[in-house]
């Protein structure tokens, strides 16, 4: 069935190494000496879920309890060290927006070429481009080189060309809080259209009111490791119970009583 994702036992690990090479010579030297030293850093570890079609599913954490790695795995961008991931359905990947961009071309060049990356002809994507132009709202710099655009710029492009090539599996990492508040609005608006329309959804956030208002379903990471699995109230209770934070309405409640 298109749209779906399992995930199971997977784990990605990073070396981390220690040693410092200042010169040519020390480099040469660490080639003898087994080379240089590192440690293990597991930043996922045996993480099993499925996220089934047409769900919306949210992931939350702390800074990096895993989050972006998980999405970065779903999306083919990173290979996982132990276990199994199968993906059925057409990805359409919102995680670092400026890397599919060439900096050299135009937005309107870099919308074919994005396009091109996703497995949508050249024919494709010209039917969209006026639609994918006006969401951005970038106006006449749609014909400037990206390199000049503005963070907030690279957004409302990437996003409005991720949200407008059919996705049977959106992946979106933290894009929102990127562009003015009236922009981010539009974009929640359209994730809303596109969950309709029975688009998959897997979503990073740290803004609990999005993850409760566009997620089913809500994961909870901590320190790479899979901690909750849920509803979005209970979810983003043990993240803050995770976090030793307690909002203030519901302190104020425990001290009354």
């Known amino acids: 069935?298109?749209?779906?994702?399992?995930?199971?036992?997977?784990?990605?690990?990073?070396?981390?190494?220690?040693?410092?090479?200042?010169t040519l010579?020390?480099?040469?030297?660490?080639?003898?000496?087994?080379?240089?030293?590192?440690?293990?850093f597991w930043a996922l570890r045996h993480a099993s879920l499925d996220v089934r079609s047409g769900e919306?599913?949210?992931?939350?954490?702390?800074?990096?309890?895993?989050?972006?790695?998980?999405?970065?795995?779903?999306?083919?961008?990173?290979?996982?060290?132990?276990?199994?991931?199968?993906?059925?359905?057409?990805?359409?990947?919102?995680?670092?927006?400026?890397?599919?961009?060439?900096g050299d071309l135009t937005g309107r060049d870099n919308i074919f070429l994005n396009g091109a990356l996703m497995g949508h002809s050249r024919k494709e994507m010209a039917g969209k481009l006026d639609r994918i132009v006006e969401f951005s709202?970038?106006?006449?710099?749609?014909?400037?080189?990206?390199?000049?655009?503005?963070?907030?710029?690279?957004?409302?492009?990437?996003f409005a060309i991720a949200a407008d090539v059919d996705p049977e599996i959106l992946i979106i990492d933290e894009v929102l809080a990127v562009g003015d508040e009236r922009f981010q609005a539009k974009c929640r608006e359209r994730i809303r259209?596109?969950?309709?329309?029975?688009?998959?959804i897997f979503y990073v956030s740290h803004g609990m009111?999005?993850?409760?208002?566009?997620?089913?379903?809500?994961?909870?990471?901590?320190?790479?490791?899979?901690v909750f699995d849920g509803s979005p109230e209970p979810a983003i209770e043990r993240y803050r119970e995770l976090q030793g934070f307690h909002p203030p309405d519901a302190a104020h409640a425990r001290t009354a009583t």
Do not use: W
Not at 25 to 40: I, T
Not at 63 to 83: D, F, Q, R, W, Y
Not at 193 to 200: E, H, P, Q, V, W
């Open 25 to 40: 010579k020390e480099a040469v030297l660490g080639l003898f000496r087994h080379r240089s030293r590192y440690e293990e």
């Open 56 to 102: 919306s599913v949210g992931l939350i954490g702390h800074n990096g309890s895993g989050k972006s790695t998980l999405l970065k795995i779903a999306a083919g961008v990173l290979k996982p060290s132990e276990g199994k991931v199968r993906v059925e359905g057409r990805i359409s990947p919102l995680i670092e927006l400026a890397a599919g961009f060439d």
């Open 137 to 158: 709202e970038l106006g006449e710099f749609i014909d400037q080189p990206v390199k000049n655009y503005s963070s907030g710029m690279y957004a409302r492009l990437g």
């Open 209 to 226: 009111d999005s993850v409760a208002e566009l997620c089913d379903r809500v994961i909870v990471l901590h320190h790479g490791a899979l």
């Open 1 to 22: 069935m298109p749209g779906t994702l399992s995930f199971q036992d997977v784990g990605l690990c990073f070396r981390m190494y220690r040693e410092r090479v200042d």
């Open 193 to 200: 259209g596109i969950r309709k329309s029975g688009c998959t």
